[in-house]
C-alpha cells in the first residue's frame, strides 16, 4: 500500500495563530478566557480548550454557566474568524481584556470593505452567507453590500447595476468557483472591481488536494463537520476520486473501505491538528504511533 500526506495538510498560519494565543490567555489571564463562538472549526480543539476552562460566548456576551456578563477581569478573545465592527464595540464595552486572534487575511478583507463601502461601492462578497467570516465581513461595511454563493445569487445584483461594485472573496472559498463567479458577473456587465482574497494557502492546499486524488484509489479528507474548507476539500476530491471520506477523527475510519494493494491519499482541513492525521496516517500504513 502506498500512502501520500498532502504537505500543506493540517494547521495554516491564521489557525496556529488564534490557537496558540487562546492558550497562552489560559495560562496568564487572572479571570475566565472566553472565546467568540468556537476559536477554529475543530471539536476536538475546542473540547481540550474547555477542559482548561475555556467557555465559548455568543453575540450576547452572556456566560452560559453564570447566566451573566463576563467580570471585568476576563479576557474575551475574537475567534480566527473574525467579527463585525458593532460587535467588537460591544466587547470593548464590557471592560475586559480583548485579545484579537481574528486571521491577518480575514482582517485585511474588513479593512477593504470598510473603505470601499465608504467611498460609495456596491460590496460584493462571495462566501457562504450562514459562514461566520463572512458575517463577520459583512458588519464592516459602511454601505450595501449583497453576497454571493453561487451563480443564481447574481441575480440580485440588478438593483445595483448603475453602481460600481467592489468583490472581495471568503478566505477558504473554491478558487475555480470564484473565478467563474466573478466571470458571470463581467459578463452580464456589472462594472466591478475585483480583489481576490481567497488566502494563499487555501488555493495552494485545494491545488495540492485536487492532484493527490487524481492519482489515489481512495482520499480520506480529514477535518471538523463545520469546517468550510474542510468541505471544500472534500468537494474537490470527491470530484477526482469517488472512493473520497470526510472523517474527523482516527474513530471515523471504521466507515472507510481501503484496499490493501490501493494508492491512499490525506489531506486535511486548515484547523486539523497534526497529531490527528499522524495518528490517521500511522493506522492507515498499519503501524502505531
Not at 489557525?15 to 476559536?39: C, F, H, N
Not at 464595552?93 to 491577518?104: I, S
Not at 491512499?264 to 500504513?285: C, D, K, L, M
Request: glycine fraction near 8%.
Amino acid at each position: 500500500m502506498e500512502v501520500k500526506v498532502a504537505a500543506s495538510a493540517g494547521f495554516c498560519f491564521g489557525v496556529k495563530r488564534a490557537v496558540d494565543l487562546v492558550y497562552e490567555e489560559t495560562e496568564k489571564s487572572q479571570g475566565r478566557v472566553y472565546t467568540m463562538g468556537p476559536i477554529i472549526h475543530n471539536e476536538q480543539v475546542v473540547s481540550d480548550l474547555e477542559k482548561r476552562g475555556v467557555r465559548i460566548i455568543g453575540d450576547d456576551l452572556i456566560d452560559p454557566e453564570t447566566g451573566q456578563l463576563p467580570s471585568p477581569e476576563s479576557t474575551i478573545i475574537l475567534r480566527s474568524h473574525g467579527v463585525s465592527r458593532e460587535l467588537t464595540e460591544k466587547i470593548k464595552a464590557t471592560g475586559c481584556k480583548v485579545a484579537n486572534a481574528t486571521c491577518p487575511f480575514v482582517k485585511k478583507i474588513h479593512d477593504i470593505v470598510d473603505k470601499r463601502s465608504r467611498e460609495g461601492y456596491h460590496i460584493v462578497i462571495i462566501g457562504s452567507p450562514v459562514h461566520p467570516e463572512v458575517q463577520g465581513i459583512r458588519g464592516w461595511v459602511g454601505g450595501t453590500c449583497s453576497i454571493v454563493e453561487n451563480a443564481g445569487d447574481i441575480e440580485a445584483l440588478r438593483a445595483y447595476r448603475d453602481r460600481p461594485m467592489w468583490v472581495v472573496s471568503q478566505t477558504t472559498f473554491n478558487h475555480n468557483k470564484f473565478k467563474e463567479l466573478v466571470e458571470i458577473m463581467e459578463k452580464m456587465g456589472y462594472h466591478v472591481v475585483v480583489t481576490n482574497t481567497i488566502c494563499s494557502a487555501t488555493k495552494e492546499r485545494q491545488t495540492e488536494a485536487l492532484e493527490l486524488a487524481r492519482t489515489s484509489d481512495t482520499m480520506i479528507v480529514i477535518g471538523g463537520k463545520h469546517s468550510s474548507n474542510t468541505q471544500k476539500l472534500y468537494d474537490i476530491c470527491l470530484s477526482q476520486c469517488k472512493n473520497t471520506y470526510h472523517i474527523q477523527t482516527l474513530d471515523d475510519l471504521v466507515t472507510v473501505n481501503i484496499q490493501s494493494d490501493s494508492c491512499v491519499g490525506i489531506t486535511a482541513g486548515a484547523s486539523t491538528p497534526n497529531t490527528i492525521i499522524q495518528e490517521v496516517f500511522a493506522h492507515v500504513r498499519g503501524t502505531e504511533l
